[in-house]
């Protein structure tokens, strides 16, 4: 549809103005979720920062905000013959068991202890917010700055650091396979990743979590995609574009997956314990699972430097379109912006760095983590099915049909207008359902937050939602008509400048329209008619 119009994700909801708080919904989502990734590129240049370096600080236990409870014991421990068994290093020696036993058995590895008590410099409670961490706020607004200059001529110029920033990851991905491979224990991690446990198949939050990688991936109802694809040319294959796209996903995702479980598998090798309990999710996998891999790697600042770079890559091909996102549909609906749009961006990066300011300081990892549990998950599948439904029933499959025709040169197959009509909604509803099924209150580990903290979660949720009912609102009240009904049906219809930006292309439409549908499904507003 964006290709189709030539418009950003607020604007190309002319083809129907009652809905088209669908856009500024999106609009919301995009930046509260820009915020977090944005930091997460912060923390990242941190870390690449600290790898230059000969001996990688998360190596030791020896610095300042080191515990006791510091793993230095049980890496001496395997060193020396050892075994761990659960939070115990034994040994066929008495001594030698009880010099390394702990009365409390528990253990934090050195990077586990860098990533906690360093870089996050986490309190006991949000309420205990400390100062600011600088350091870490400085590497947060560099990145800011790079993305910045990256940005600064727009598409043109942020698409030609994509050609690196897009391939540069695979490459790295594959010389850190490559050494994965070599490395013992790799066999049991990938025998782990690709070895299915049917029995998680019944498990409905095996299944959520699933579709919610693909959503993630894919950047579904996030902007991006429809920013993007507004700058493309009219006649580009938007229907090859869907299998490429979603089968480079994918593929990327089982590509990325033996690089990863290699290096666990390795992990749990040096560790002496299964690759399941070797195994961290979400930024523990990136901050504390494989800088303590890479402690075990010969030259591991090396290493280090490689996985760091690389997930910077991945970070700002993320970044930019979240950022585009935020800017095009600006200058879309306020034209006067579009000269400015520098200082658009520039504003835009200066309003996440106050915005995310809290999130560096000792109580960070606390907000953070309730932006991430509550920004894009209800009210991101609660928008998305909203953009199904108009687009196949308000809009019409029909008329949508006839305008990807007019695109790619021939009609959609009967099998997409299943997926338009049914398959798609119905599936993104079971992930709501499942999701909602599945609901528990913010945590962090056995942190449980207030119960302000929760409300203001729901707040952040409600607030990515709320323009769709409040826009729809909005255009009935402002809109001529006798009655309510009438309003409503005036805004249900496109626009009269609804259509392709290029004249010819308008014309090819129209022509389309009239052959296929009717003149009276032409997009002038004077008789249009619903499919």
Known sequence: IAQFSSKGPISLWDMCPLFKGIGYATFVINYLTAVYYNVLLGWVVYYLVHSFTLHLPWGACDNPWNTHQCDHVLRQC????GFVDGYVCRSEQTEYEQLFMRDDNSWTSSSEEFWLNRVLHKSDS????????????????????????????????????????????FVLLFILLVRG??????????????????????????????????????????????????FKAFNTNSERDTFIVSLANSGTSVFAGFTVFSILGYLAFKLQTSVGDAIRDGMGLAFIAYPDVVLQMPGSPIWAVLFFFMMINIGLDSVFTGIEAFTTPLCDEFPALEPHKRQVTALCLVSLTLLALPIFTSSGIYWFTILDWYTAWYSLFLLEITQGVVV?????????????????????????KLFWLALSPFTLLCVLLINIVGYTTVSLGDYQYPAWGGAFGWAIMIAGYSPIPLYAIYKVWITPGESVTERICINLRPTKDWGPRNP???????????????????????NYMYS
């Open 78 to 81: 395997i060193t020396k013959g």
């Open 126 to 169: 949000i309420g205990d917010t400390g100062g600011i961490l600088w350091p870490q706020y400085s590497a947060f607004i560099l990145a800011q700055t790079i993305v910045y200059l990256i940005l600064i001529k727009g598409v043109k110029s942020s698409g030609k650091v994509v050609y690196f920033t897009a391939t540069a990851p």
């Open 181 to 230: 491979l070599t490395l013992p224990g790799m066999a049991e991690g990938v025998k782990f990743f690709i070895q299915p446990d049917f029995a998680k198949l019944g498990d409905s939050n095996v299944w959520g979590s699933a579709a919610n990688q693909i959503v993630y991936s894919l950047g579904l109802g996030f902007g991006g995609t429809p920013t993007m694809s507004s």
């Open 392 to 416: 196949a029933y308000v809009y019409g499959v029909r008329r949508f049909a006839v305008d990807l025709e007019t695109m790619i040169g021939h009609a959609p197959s009967n099998i997409w």
């Open 504 to 526: 010819q292309d308008r014309k090819r439409n129209n022509d389309l329209i009239v052959k296929k549908l009717g003149r009276n499904y032409l997009t002038d507003g004077s």
